[in-house]
């Protein structure tokens, strides 16, 4: 069985937590766990796992709590409103007392400030759920994925069609640095990826060996990639920006048209949900060059393999 021996963080709050080597053993990890997906059943038997969510979810709310049963936890999920964090209570005061209760706390929000002051709070391991910068969770189940399809990953090409401010082409970009790819992101002025972000890549990458380039037409960043990440136009915390996205994102479309101008074996990426007919066809979500499938039931022994690692390493720590 895959051990993780490399360095754990106390919190998953976005992808560079992870250094190269140890996201790879959590990769290994989930691989095992996605053979094997009762194989550690017993092993976290007793804990509990909270789940505060303040925006709709489907896969992460399902993937955490069905991978928390599996580890032989409990999973609580708790809706922000129905909370008193809703009415008024601070995340401070809310975090220390969960701390009291739970073995380890997951959290979907809006601000990525409010993930770190969970994090500041808690004397568990603290994991992010998708704040508006950051979906950690989502990018080790594309990883493993595309190591799945594809044998490797360093080395490999992607592009990142559509809006590059977005939490998963941010965590998407960390996930290539950490494994040595070469990522293009295509996007038109105004919605390029931070600089912050692009620069903490680039440090990462100069040592594994990616790199990581802009470009505005689509068809440049697809040519010599072989995964094409397709990116929802309006996201939960940009409805506002609906008809200006809706227009300036329109030419931002990964179909069959743009996949013949990539390499025969390259195939599509979402992180679902889709908006069939925008970002994605139905032509390609449901064709022979999707991953898109794969990627949604990775995020169950991703989130396994997150979860053992973090709590497990957080018992050993105050034993
Ligand atoms: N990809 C993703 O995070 O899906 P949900 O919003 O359904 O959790």
Redesign the pocket.
């Known amino acids: 069985r895959p051990a993780v021996t490399g360095k754990v963080p106390d919190d998953l709050l976005r992808v560079s937590d992870l250094d190269p080597g140890t996201l790879g053993q959590v990769l290994d990890l989930a691989g095992a766990m996605k053979r094997e997906p009762l194989g550690w059943e017993r092993s976290l038997h007793g804990a509990a796992l909270g789940c505060i969510f303040e925006k ?6 399902v993937s955490l709590a069905t991978a928390a049963h599996r580890l032989g936890m409990s999973a609580i999920v708790l809706n922000r409103d129905e909370m008193q964090l809703g009415h008024g209570e601070t995340v401070a005061d809310t975090t220390r007392v969960l701390s009291s209760y739970l073995d380890a706390l997951t959290v979907r929000t809006f601000e990525h400030s409010t993930v770190e002051q969970m994090a500041d709070a808690a004397t568990i391991p603290v994991i992010n759920a ?1 704040s508006n910068t950051h ?1 950690p969770c ?1 990018s080790l189940a594309d990883l493993l994925a595309l190591r799945e399809h594809f044998g490797t990953l360093a080395g490999m090409t992607a592009a990142f069609i559509g809006d590059g401010t977005s939490n998963t082409c941010n965590s998407f970009l960390a996930a290539c640095a950490a494994s040595g790819m070469h990522l293009n992101i295509a996007t038109p002025p105004g919605y390029e990826t931070d600089e912050d972000i692009l620069g903490e890549a680039r440090e990462l990458m100069a040592q594994t060996g990616g790199s990581v380039s802009l470009m505005t037409e689509p068809a440049d960043a697809v040519r010599a990639a072989q995964a094409v990440y397709a990116e929802v136009r309006v996201p939960m915390d940009k409805q506002q920006e609906e008809a200006e996205r809706t227009r300036r994102l329109a030419a931002y479309r990964v179909d069959d048209a743009l996949l013949d101008r990539a390499p025969r074996e390259a195939m599509a990426l979402h ?3 889709a908006h069939r007919g925008q970002e994605i066809t139905s032509e390609v979500l449901d064709g022979p060059r999707s991953l898109v499938w794969r990627q949604a039931a990775n995020r169950l022994p991703t989130a396994q393999a997150v979860l053992h690692t973090l709590i497990t390493t957080a018992r050993q720590r105050a034993a």
């Open positions: 709709p979810s489907t896969r992460t709310r998708l979906h989502q992180c679902l949900p």
